[in-house]
């Protein structure tokens, strides 16, 4: 992500009084409008991460530079995205990090690409529509730049893998257990196997799959996110909260015992 004052290509998040998000792209000439009047999109050039602008009706807005998490709920979308408070467990599961190479199915629009490479990996993607996949790269070249290490094919991993030694399989698609017997042959030794499911018959059935493969320590878990209102000595859960959008679920790449006497 870009650091120091603003340019025209940088994206913004604008915050209002009212903590309303709102995300645009400096450009020459531009102007950022809402129902309490325009803001130039020449005022923000040269300003400071964390400056307050006025609108031309007085109306104060915090500007930031956005994250991840602020991309990926404003981005354009072809598909449902994963959400932020599944993205970090999701790097966590599959160990993410620099370097390590990562086969992704079923991108979607692309948000948990952007997690995976801005943690570092190398990250190659199976989509079988083209309209997800130009979106998913629009999307991952939009906030991350061109030069992450990322490419897509247009391909069913049902029907296999064509990489190996991959670090880990990460899917976000809807019979992952089809990809069980690929995954065996694709990931090395030790490699992790992690699948985004929204129900729990799917991973109830994933689970078989991999009970009868040489993955072990498997591990399903589910996500809840719960935020809370703190104001003076006025501190409680707030009453809503973010709860099931998918269960995770995990395994390893086990080497089979080798057989007595063998």
Do not use: C
């Amino acid at each position: 992500m870009r650091s120091g004052p603003y340019a025209v290509g940088d994206k913004v998040l604008v915050v209002d009084s009212k903590d309303r998000r709102y995300l645009l792209t400096l450009r020459e000439g531009g102007e950022f409008h809402t129902h309490a009047g325009v803001i130039p999109h020449a005022s923000f050039v040269g300003q400071a991460e964390g400056t307050t602008l006025r609108a031309t009706s007085g109306a104060r807005y915090l500007t930031l530079r956005p994250t991840l998490s602020d991309f990926v709920l404003s981005m354009p979308r072809g598909a449902q995205v994963i959400y932020p408070k599944d993205l970090g467990p999701l790097l966590m599961l599959a160990d993410i990090h620099a370097g390590g190479r990562v086969l992704e199915a079923g991108v979607g629009s692309g948000a948990l690409s952007m997690a995976m490479l801005q943690a570092g990996a190398s990250v190659t993607g199976y989509e079988i529509r083209a309209d997800f996949s130009a979106t998913a790269l629009k999307n991952v070249h939009a906030f991350l730049g061109p030069d992450v290490d990322y490419r897509i094919s247009e391909r069913d991993v049902y029907e296999g893998i064509d990489e190996t030694d991959l670090h880990s399989v990460v899917l976000d698609l809807p019979e992952p257990w089809q990809v069980v017997k690929h995954a065996e042959v694709a990931l090395h030794p030790g490699g992790i196997f992690v699948s985004y499911l929204p129900t729990i018959g799917q991973v109830a059935q994933l689970r078989e799959a991999l009970e009868a493969s040489p993955f072990g320590l498997a591990t399903t878990v589910e996500v809840l996110q719960r935020s809370w209102h703190v104001k003076g000595q006025s501190v409680r859960p707030d009453h809503r909260m973010v709860a099931h959008t998918g269960f995770l679920t995990s395994a390893r790449l086990l080497v089979p015992a080798a057989e007595p006497g063998a």
